[in-house]
Structure formats: structure tokens, C-alpha cells
T-cell receptor
């Protein structure tokens, strides 16, 4: 079955360390997204990519980096510059173009805790 | 400021009761998308509304978009424990079909 796989499910990090969250999809979707979810804050967009080798900053990109070298993969690196990285991270994908572009398929999420 | 306001913030209902939750924006919504989330999991797409006055139903859930395309409601008939979760509305507020802005979500609990 097609879907999105995020790994790891849980991750613990010491302050000052960079960590990379994996997101892989086999839906043949062109667009991929990274959201951050904090209690009571809803979802906030970190980065998104509508095509391979291209990506755009979302609303809270500072302290994060991404790459889109393959259509199937959109890894997110949480750098030491991110001041408050403890959160639940969600990856999503969608078709590009038209109203269906915003019908997102989400992964199960990765919970990052900074110790 | 929050571009999408969801109300109420949380809701507890008795099983079998009807309920309505809302999503409001000060801007025109070019597309309104309802998602459901179980705590600690990803979001599941429920319904998409694009036209003013549009209404869609799936099983016991009905979503509407007002004529001005600035407010949407989600109505659940005869609620069940399986309806419990977090309901988030997402909207295209730019018209570019490139990304969604989400509300903070509404936590629904259904008492058996």
C-alpha cells in the first residue's frame, strides 16, 4: 500500500546536536511538506517542496534545513540553531497543481525531545 | 494573529449527541480542508470545500462552507466514541494551491 513513512518515531537529542528526521513516500506525489505541531499551537509549516531539487521556506524555517534530491524523499535536519526543537514533527505529501494539491497525506509523525 | 480560528477549543459530548465545530477566517478561503488526528498520530483527510455554500457529507459528518467563503462548520450526527480526536481545519488563503494554513485544532471527547 502507498503511504508516507517517517522515522524515527521517537528521538532524543542533547542540546547542541543536529538531528535528521526521515520522510519517504511511495505515492508518486510531487509536493512534500514538513510541519511542526506544539500543544495548543496547531500545525506550523517549516519547509515545503513542489519539485525535486527545489524547496521553499515556510513560516518557521529558522534553525531547520531540508533537501529534495529524490522525489520520494524529503529529510528534515533540526540544527543546533533551533532554540526550542522539542515538538512533534509531521511530514506530508500531495499531488501538485489544482485543488488536489492541498489534499495532504500525512506520515505518523516523529516526536523529538531535547534533553 | 491566528489566521484561522477554530471554536470551541475543546468539546465533551455524550455518545449519541449531535455537535458542531467551526473554523473562521478574516480572509477569503480559496479552499477549506478538514482533517482529523488521533493524539500522537498523523492527520487523516476528511473533506474538501471550495465553493461558497458548498456542503459535503460522509457517513455521519457534514461540512459546510458559507457563501462568503470565510467560515466553515463541521457537524457530527449521533456522535460515537470513534469520532473522538482532534479536528483541524486547513485553508488555502493565498489562492496559489501551494500550501495550507492550519487552525489550532479542536479536541473532541465522546463519553460512552
Amino acid at each position: 500500500d502507498g503511504g508516507i513513512t517517517q522515522s524515527p518515531k521517537y528521538l532524543f537529542r542533547k542540546e547542541g546536536q543536529n538531528v535528521t528526521l526521515s520522510c519517504e513516500q511511495n505515492l508518486n506525489h510531487d509536493a512534500m511538506y514538513w510541519y511542526r505541531q506544539d500543544p495548543g499551537q496547531g500545525l506550523r509549516l517549516i519547509y515545503y517542496s513542489q519539485i525535486v531539487n527545489d524547496f521553499q521556506k515556510g513560516d518557521i524555517a529558522e534553525g531547520y534545513s531540508v533537501s529534495r534530491e529524490k522525489k520520494e524523499s524529503f529529510p528534515l535536519t533540526v540544527t543546533s540553531a533551533q532554540k526550542n526543537p522539542t515538538a512533534f514533527y509531521l511530514c506530508a505529501s500531495s499531488r501538485s497543481g489544482g485543488s488536489g494539491a492541498n489534499v495532504l497525506t500525512f506520515g505518523a509523525g516523529s516526536r523529538l525531545t531535547v534533553l | 494573529s491566528q489566521e484561522l480560528e477554530q471554536s470551541p477549543q475543546s468539546l465533551i459530548v455524550q455518545e449519541g449527541k449531535n455537535l458542531t465545530i467551526n473554523c473562521t477566517s478574516s480572509k477569503t478561503l480559496y479552499g477549506l480542508y478538514w482533517y482529523k488526528q488521533k493524539y500522537g498520530e498523523g492527520l487523516i483527510f476528511l473533506m474538501m470545500l471550495q465553493k461558497g455554500g458548498e456542503e459535503k457529507s460522509h457517513e455521519k459528518i457534514t461540512a459546510k462552507l458559507d457563501e462568503k467563503k470565510q467560515q466553515s462548520s463541521l457537524h457530527i450526527t449521533a456522535s460515537q466514541p470513534s469520532h473522538a480526536g482532534i479536528y483541524l481545519c486547513g485553508a488555502d488563503i493565498t489562492g496559489a494551491n501551494s500550501k495550507l494554513t492550519f487552525g489550532k485544532g479542536i479536541t473532541l471527547s465522546v463519553r460512552p
